[in-house]
């Protein structure tokens, strides 16, 4: 006995194919002319640094009240402080 999905699925292959050759025949036909871009973007210096200029820095520090790990009980050490 065939499977009744196995026509479908030959039908919507030979229909994809068919696309397929379609659009290749239409390529052939009328080509595109691609534009190349031979140059480059400028890329913005010092911008960041002109939008942060016009903001106030605060540094805040914060502490832990319980230097103690979770886990094993041991004592936290500070890291990344200048």
């Known amino acids: 006995m065939e499977n009744p999905l196995r026509k479908v699925f030959v039908h919507l292959d030979k229909s ?3 696309r397929r050759k379609f ?3 239409k390529m052939e036909m ?3 002319e691609r534009e190349e871009i ?3 973007r400028k890329k ?5 640094q002109a939008l942060l200029a016009q903001f ?4 805040v520090h914060h ?3 319980d230097c103690i790990c979770p886990d094993c009980q041991g004592e936290l050490k500070e ?3 200048s």
């Open 30 to 32: 009328f080509p595109v």
């Open 38 to 40: 031979t140059y480059k």
């Open 56 to 59: 106030d820095s605060e540094e």
């Open 44 to 48: 913005a210096k010092g911008k960041r």
């Open 16 to 18: 994809a194919f068919l």
């Open 79 to 81: 890291i990344g402080a």
């Open 23 to 25: 659009h290749l025949m």
């Open 63 to 65: 502490r832990l009240e």
